[in-house]
């Protein structure tokens, strides 16, 4: 949208009135080859045109799309201070005001351009073109109140409608805004609809976009009776759509619960659309609504129902909709194209409701649920949905029917080796063939089939797969490399029993086998997600990330997927150890939501421009949905841990990666995060009994919550600890610390007292949690990683070493006098000790998850690199709190030293004894990290050899 406003108004160059035409063409002449270095991205050549022409030319528009070049090069300290030069000298030109906008949009400064424009409008109040900026303006502001008034303004100056419904909008949106409902609901949506009903009353009402806004605000005030006389009375005539107007009344009519009535709009617009699925659940949500009303046909009977055709007559119990549903079956049968599912598919909807309601006297006599199953199944069985629409029905079936319909799925044929057949199959056959025995194979593993076999009958049904998944090969040779093979869900229904394999005999061994099928299948099918996404599951459970980046590379994961299925990468990239390759992943994703937050008023201001006020609302949602994301401080977190681990080599460049205020920003959205992970990316075919639910993905929404809190927690008492020692040695960095809120030592240790004893009560409220799961289900989402940061022993080595941290800040602080400071060398000398051994505990429970199995079975395994990188962190952050003690207690012995002897020997005295009760940590922690580096080239060197053994040369 930024570049098209950019080229609709690079050759129309609008000087003020007062300049000649010919003056005009020649500033455009001279502007033109400026716009296109700009568009070629040649920046550099863009700054050398601006300023060739700023020689010849004082021209405002020339020195913006100079900055705007300085801003594009990274020079934006020089650009800022040429943009707020041209900017205080108040252009009024419409070439430079829209060269402004543009700047402070990429600027991300969209309060810059209010700014412009008001000053634009407050010289010329009359600009009718100027005033709509202004508009917009505060549009990218979400400063409602003040739009109302502008588009009133505009109203009043150019009295065209869509200036007027801009203000009922603005109107709205201060009532969804509102923090106070009673606001809303009282005063801002009576006043929008107060305004509309004087417009419609003075038939100044010309469009659809303006009836349908009247009918949201009416709506929003639950006046739903009123919406619907809106739409069927006289106003009605400006809606063009017909069919949107239908399904705006269906919609009314069912939160009305005028079940007649919605019963035969229902019924008429299936006539039309026989294949509408939500036309079928309206209709039965009417019939059941008036059962439950105890209606009858009778009583329901209008003069309407008399002027109509027989066949709309209300349907008021499950007799009279079955026999309706039963017209629509027979003639989808009689048509001679191929039958819509609609129909069959309500019928069996009607005989589930029933049964789950205990209404199905009259249709147990006429209708088998697994009749109608197996019937749905032979017509529909060779298209790739029919599972999907079958699979929620199954679990009506008792147990004689669902032994019933497994003995006649199991007489399914499958597809034959085509190089021993004896008459050559067609293509299209054979995929039909194929589709229908793999629906058959997906749904008896709905009904428990599988489940229910020894390991060595689920191998001989892994082999059967693949050998069915051979066979199928050649029918998928001719697609493109794009497209989806047919005989794939044989691939991915033999990984699936693969993984139950896995499960029952507890060894994560076996997904070796499942990797090596599903790598068999990618190679012939690379465009699969579901094999895709699978294999990066199951590599990342065995602590390997190298194929999963290259996946997430092919498979071009962009904008919202990041936010919905990225985090099968984002997850494990870091906890695995990959920490180049989470920042270039978490930094894409990152990247991904400034875009949304910068890009996404410039939709909201097309949707005004264009009158689609019905959008605006859903593109606010969403905005404040995506903003609201766990990925998101998600990110931001993995971008600070990422660079502690790589970078962070100085206290200083600590400091530079904490102090960013991203990381304080994103606290404040805790409280309202939400979920937007797609948890069930992957498709199963397990009983529901089996599947991830819903319970299960709440849970894993929160133990993320605590992570992020946990992860705030650390980085905010790094940061003090790094911020407080600056204060310390010198107390002018403070000013710099804009993000440090405590005014001096006593309140930034009382700080993080309060964010240690918050850290702990988190570690045990969830260390005492029995309902942990031990874990997820490899076909929902991945393992929280404060799972394992609970095992890990970080938190309590965090917690000691804030504690002695504390201590010697106060004795710091109080000049290290031997009566004050003695509470710092009991805590430093009770604390140390405790840390050693916790330390060298997590240490040895580390190193013991190294490998598994014994003597020639044993192998390395590749779930401990969680643990690894945790423990890599654990040292990190002791070092970085160790170094500042050192630092700490080296400034002030250097300090002290030019005092005189007398005054600074008690002063010595302290702190040599808190040096020696530190030392031994300061030591042991080298020690450590030495013996730990030693084990991992280890492991290192051992896997090496085995891939040499394991390497075979043929003759």
């Known amino acids: 949208y930024i570049a098209l406003d950019m080229v609709k108004r690079r050759y129309c160059i609008g000087l003020i009135p007062t300049m000649s035409r010919g003056h005009v063409d020649v500033t455009e002449r001279r502007l033109k080859p400026i716009y296109e270095a700009l568009d070629s991205h040649n920046n550099k050549k863009a700054i050398q045109l601006a300023d060739k022409l700023l020689k010849k030319q004082d021209l405002h528009c020339a020195k913006v799309l100079k900055s705007l070049a300085l801003l594009r090069s990274g020079k934006d300290a020089e650009s800022w201070a040429l943009i707020q030069d041209t900017k205080g000298k108040r252009p009024l030109d419409d070439a430079t ?34 005033m709509t900026h202004l508009f917009m303006a505060y549009v990218r502001l979400n400063e409602y109140k003040k739009q109302q008034h502008v588009g009133l303004s505009l109203y009043k100056l150019v009295p065209k409608n869509p200036y007027y419904y801009w203000a ?41 976009a303006e009836l349908r806004l009247y009918v949201m605000v009416l709506r929003l005030q639950n006046k739903h009776e009123t919406a619907l006389q809106v739409l069927t009375g006289k106003l009605s005539e400006v809606w063009k759509h017909e069919h949107e107007k239908n399904r705006l009344e269906r919609e009314i009519l069912w939160t009305l619960k005028q079940w ?12 039309q659309d026989p294949d509408d699925w939500s036309l079928y659940q309206l209709y039965l949500d009417s019939v059941f609504g008036m059962m439950a009303k105890q209606l009858h046909s009778s009583s329901t009977e209008t003069t309407e129902d008399k002027e109509n055709s027989s066949d709309l007559a209300v349907d008021s119990d499950v007799t009279a909709a079955w026999k309706f549903l039963g017209t629509l079956v027979a003639e989808e049968k009689s048509k001679t194209r191929a039958a819509l599912r609609g129909p069959l598919l309500a019928q069996i909807e009607l005989v589930s409701r029933s049964r789950v309601s205990g209404l199905n006297v009259y249709l147990k006599k006429v209708a088998s649920p697994m009749e109608m199953l197996y019937d749905f199944y032979e017509l529909f069985g060779d298209r790739a949905c029919c599972y999907s629409d079958l699979e929620h029905y199954l679990r009506v079936l008792d147990d004689k029917e669902q032994s019933e319909l497994l003995i006649r799925l199991a007489k399914q044929p499958a597809l034959c080796n085509p190089d021993v057949q004896d008459e050559p199959i067609d293509v299209q056959q054979a995929v039909k063939v194929m589709q229908r025995h793999i629906c058959s194979v997906q749904l008896a593993r709905s009904l428990g089939l599988h489940l229910r076999l020894s390991v060595e009958d689920k191998k001989m049904v892994v082999g059967q797969m693949m050998e069915h998944f051979r066979n199928g090969v050649k029918y998928g040779e001719e697609l493109l490399e794009t497209e989806v093979r047919p005989n794939d869900a044989y691939a991915l229904l033999a990984a699936h029993v693969v993984i139950d394999i896995a499960s029952d005999t507890d060894d994560a061994a076996v997904y070796w086998d499942a990797i090596a099928i599903l790598e068999e299948a990618y190679t012939l099918s690379p465009a699969n997600s579901q094999i895709r996404l699978l294999l990066v599951r199951l590599y990342s459970i065995l602590g390997i990330f190298d194929p999963c980046a290259k996946i997430f590379n092919a498979m071009e994961i962009r904008n919202i997927q990041l936010d919905t299925i990225g985090y099968y990468f984002l997850n494990y990239a870091p906890a695995l150890g990959y920490f180049k390759t989470a920042q270039r992943l978490v930094k894409m994703t ?126 905010r008492l790094l940061y003090l600890v790094v911020s407080l020692l600056r204060l310390l040695s010198s107390p002018s960095a403070s000013s710099q610390d804009s993000d440090l809120p405590t005014t001096g030592i006593p309140d930034g240790c009382k700080e993080m007292h309060l964010l240690s004893a918050e850290l702990q009560a988190v570690v045990e409220t969830l260390g005492g949690n029995s309902h942990l799961p031990a874990k997820f289900p490899v076909q929902g989402p991945p393992e929280s990683r404060i799972i394992a940061y609970l095992d890990c022993g970080h938190a309590g080595i965090m917690v000691s070493l804030v504690s002695v941290a504390i201590a010697l800040y106060q004795a710091a602080f109080v ?68 170094a500042a003690f050192c630092q700490l207690l080296e400034s002030k012995h250097s300090t002290k030293r030019q005092k005189k002897k007398g005054k600074t020997q008690a002063m010595l005295d302290v702190m040599e004894s808190v040096k020696s009760a530190i030392a031994p940590l300061h030591t042991r922690s080298i020690e450590m990290m030495q013996e730990f580096k030693s084990e991992l080239d280890q492991i290192r060197q051992d896997i090496t050899a085995d891939k040499l053994v394991s390497l075979r040369i043929s003759s």
């Open 97 to 130: 005001l829209n060269a402004m906008s543009l700047y402070f949009k990429e600027a991300r400064k969209p309060e810059c351009i209010v700014e412009v424009f008001e000053l634009a409008v407050k010289d010329n109040p009359t600009n009718e073109e100027y």
């Open 168 to 208: 009922v909008m603005s109107l709205v949106m201060q009532a969804q805004a509102a923090e106070d409902p009673q606001l809303a609901k009282k005063t801002l949506l009576p006043l929008a609809e107060r305004m509309i009903e004087k417009h419609a009353n003075e038939s100044k009402m010309e469009s659809e």
């Open 260 to 271: 007649p009535e919605l019963n035969q709009a229902a019924k008429k617009a299936m006539k």
């Open 590 to 715: 990152l990247a991904y939501f400034f875009v949304n937050k910068k890009d996404g008023p410039e939709y909201v201001t097309t949707a005004y421009k264009s009158g689609s006020f019905h959008k605006i609302l859903e593109i606010v949602q969403f905005q404040q949905r995506v903003q609201r994301s766990i990925s998101f401080p998600m990110t931001v977190y993995d971008v600070a841990a990422g660079e502690l681990l790589i970078g962070g080599n100085c206290l200083e460049e600590v400091h530079d990666v904490l102090s960013n205020t991203m990381l304080w920003a994103v606290t404040q959205l805790f409280p309202n995060l939400v979920d937007n992970r797609d948890a069930r990316a992957l498709d199963t075919w397990d009983p529901l009994e089996r599947r991830l639910s819903n319970q299960l993905v709440g849970l894993s929404f929160e133990l993320d919550l605590q992570w992020l809190k946990v992860r705030s927690i650390t980085f």
């Open 815 to 882: 000049n290290w006098t031997a009566a004050e400071s003695e509470p710092c060398q009991r805590v430093t000398e009770q604390t140390i000790p405790k840390v050693v051994s916790i330390l060298e505990e997590q240490l040895q429970k580390c190193k013991a998850s190294f490998y598994v199995g014994s003597g020639e079975k044993r192998e390395f395994a590749g779930a401990c690199l969680q643990s690894v990188v945790l423990m890599t962190e654990t040292f990190v952050h002791m070092t970085i709190i160790l």
